[in-house]
């Protein structure tokens, strides 16, 4: 190959191709290079080994869960750039709204920019410049490829036909016969307008290579996601104003003023429409797909099929992603019409479920809550109550989880985060997903019912323009339960989902309650830790009860897996036993087993994580908490009793101490402690 130092040449572009500088991908091979270097790493969720994908974790607003889909979506790229079926079908999100679809497709789309900003991934394409020296251009002198073609393209169709093609390239390049098959593997032929001009050319120098190339000059495909190049979004349209202009082109009445040969399928304005534009190895959205009018979607069709836009017989491949959206019920009118049946068949459809994990959802309450400081409508300074986003999480995913007779919606909700739940198992949950997941109606399965993300967004708008949140310059969490009851009776129109709905939300009040005491404990005893360390001390007590040299004194060393350090406690056997009165735990029988319960939790958590400390079992930490906080302060009675009258100086004191504890030591301002206090010494939602 003859030297040529000029980057916008033919030459240098396919020097640089050759010596890894540039590169040639399709779109699959790309978006799958862009997800698989990245990372992946196995992981266990909901009682199943699947993959985490370094790609989906990044930046501040990253995706949240969305495991499966993720799984889906790499593994449907993966085979469609290793020559697979998937190369002829559309990957389409179903699922309800709120809960993700859109957000998956920009953040793929703005990683994959991201990723093609990078010097060695840049996208090339070409124009024809010196059309006025061929005839029937008049004043148009450059022509840039309508469907971003890759200059690799252009010189793979040197030829009238792949065989031909071939034989020319291996002759006039200094490729090897390998790296001819390799990159003939994405061959594809010019689109019409290309195809025409580039035989125009050759006419023009007598087939002279030489000369040809110098009516094409090399140009990067412009990035800017407001041009809709690489990536770009069709939304579905009203049926007026939508048609197949929007996606295809049309006739150009401005170019046929100087075209004068009729048959120029140049006078076609192929980047009129949205899919020229990511023509050259882009990702095309269509948001809501399904919503689009029958005579568009036969159009998706044709172009999912064939990768090619048609226009009067004249026809320009397309190297291109295809992904949609839809949600559940335009979806299963589409699916209803049986003659649509050919357009369902070339599509992968990924059914997207809410989160229900709720200790992922803390990140998407925070999302929803918005990372800026927030102030009143008179502009003063809002405080965020600390257990907002757990009790917004628990509420919102308690409506997502199915009911079961198996698992209790909070044991369902505890093994989805991959918590204990007493003695029921990861194996229970996974079965029963299985069994849900059979079911033909997609509303039924796992997750696919819920208050989605954008219900959550209602439920804090509504509380911080409520009079409470204002007045106390603080949103306080137990309000956030009746801005979700709200919502539900203004958004949810199923009476039973309204129903279920507000149960759950019965439920997520109860957790919010034993959350409560503990924050309550740990502010009585001026400790933001005070519980935990009542629970493991409780943890280690009945692992030391039992051990062999425990003397008369009831003392046991250990080594704390957290330090290595080496420990000494005394083994209060009267704690032990009330705790476990606390549990319902009334025999023998029934302590022991539960004890070994707890040792079999210890011996498979810690070897994980020796920071495991036993909080997720709701059930031992309300026991425990309870244990301590019923038990009688300084003569006054119990601690609701002294917080609730305080007549005398020393419950006052003890009000005032606790309220500096919350406000120093635990984030609560004075409205939120105040209130939390109030709402302990109520009975409201005391099971």
């Not at 509303?443 to 959550?456: E, I, P, V």
């Not at 989902?497 to 939300?505: A, H, N, P, V």
Request: hydrophobic share 35%.
């Amino acid at each position: 190959m003859s030297e040529n130092n000029d980057p916008k040449s033919l030459l240098s572009h396919i020097d640089a191709v050759q010596k890894g500088k540039r590169t040639f991908e399709d779109a699959f091979k790309g978006v799958s290079r862009l997800i698989f270097e990245s990372g992946v790493e196995k992981i266990n969720v909901k009682g199943r080994t699947t993959y985490s994908f370094g790609l989906f974790s990044k930046g501040k607003k990253h995706l949240v869960g969305m495991y499966d889909e993720i799984n889906s979506f790499a593994s449907f790229v993966k085979d469609a750039s290793e020559g697979g079926s998937s190369r002829e079908m559309a990957f389409v999100l179903v699922g309800e709204p709120g809960n993700g679809k859109t957000f998956f497709v920009d953040y793929l789309c703005n990683a994959y920019r991201n990723f093609l900003s990078r010097p060695e991934n840049r996208k090339y394409t070409f124009r024809f410049k010196g059309l006025d020296q061929l005839e029937g251009y008049g004043k148009i002198k450059v022509i840039e490829s309508q469907t971003y073609e890759d200059p690799m393209i252009l010189a793979m169709g040197l030829g009238e036909t792949k065989d031909a093609s071939m034989e020319i390239f291996a002759r006039k390049f200094s490729f090897s016969d390998s790296e001819v098959d390799e990159l003939f593997q994405l061959y594809r032929p010019l689109g019409a307008c290309s195809g025409y001009i580039w035989n125009q050319i050759r006419d023009h120098c007598d087939n002279d290579f030489d000369r040809m190339v110098d009516f094409i000059e090399i140009v990067t495909v412009p990035l800017t996601e407001s041009l809709g190049t690489v990536t770009g979004k069709y939304p579905a349209k009203d049926k007026i104003t939508s048609s197949a202009v929007d996606l295809l082109g049309e006739e150009s009445i401005q170019r046929l003023l100087h075209i004068t040969d009729t048959n120029n399928p140049y006078r076609f304005d192929l980047r009129r429409g949205a899919l020229a534009r990511v023509a050259g190895g882009g990702i095309h959205f269509s948001d809501e797909i399904y919503k689009n009018k029958k005579d568009l979607v036969q159009v998706y069709l044709g172009v999912i099929q064939n990768r090619t836009i048609e226009i009067d017989g004249y026809k320009w491949p397309i190297d291109t992603l295809i992904i949609a959206t839809s949600n559940n019920s335009e979806f299963n009118t589409f699916l209803a019409e049986k003659e649509e049946a050919p357009i369902v068949d070339r599509c992968r459809i990924c059914y997207v479920a809410h989160n229900t994990d709720y200790k992922l959802q803390k990140e998407l309450t925070e999302y929803a809550i918005g990372g800026d400081i927030k102030s009143t409508i008179n502009g003063e300074k809002l405080h965020q109550d600390p257990n907002l986003n757990y009790a917004a999480s628990v509420g919102v995913v308690l409506t997502r989880l199915p009911r079961s007779e198996k698992l209790t919606p909070v044991e369902t909700m505890k093994l989805a985060a991959g918590e204990v739940a007493g003695e029921k198992s990861l194996k229970t949950l996974a079965e029963l997903i299985d069994t849900l997941n059979q079911d033909t109606d997609i509303t039924r399965r796992f997750g696919q019912k819920g208050l989605g993300q954008r219900n959550l967004g209602r439920a804090i708008q509504l509380l911080l323009e409520s009079s409470e949140t204002n007045e106390g310059t603080c949103m306080f969490a137990l309000d956030v339960f009746n801005t979700l009851e709200k919502v539900v009776l203004d958004y949810v129109t199923d009476s039973g989902d309204r129903t279920k709905f507000m149960e759950d939300l019965k439920t997520s009040r109860g957790l919010y309650r034993e959350r409560i005491m503990t924050e309550i404990f740990n502010a009585y005893m001026d400790e933001p830790l005070a519980i935990k360390k009542d629970v493991m001390n409780y943890v280690n007590m009945i692992i030391g009860v039992d051990a062999e040299h425990l003397g008369a004194d009831m003392m046991w060393k250990y080594k704390d897996p957290q330090t290595g350090e080496l420990k000494a406690m005394k083994i209060d056997e009267r704690y032990i036993k009330n705790v476990e009165d606390r549990l319902g735990l009334k025999t023998d029988e029934h302590r022991a087993s539960f004890r070994n319960t707890i040792r079999k939790i210890y011996g498979q958590k810690i070897s994980v994580d020796p920071n495991y400390d036993f909080m997720d079992n709701l059930e031992l930490v309300k026991a425990i908490t309870d244990v301590r906080l019923k038990s009688d302060i300084a003569g006054a009675g119990s601690l609701v009793g002294a917080l609730a009258n305080r007549t005398n100086e020393e419950n006052q004191k003890l009000h005032d101490r606790m309220i500096n504890t919350m406000m120093n030591k635990l984030g609560y301002c004075s409205t939120c402690a105040q209130k939390t206090i109030e709402y302990f010494c109520s009975q409201e939602d005391d099971k």
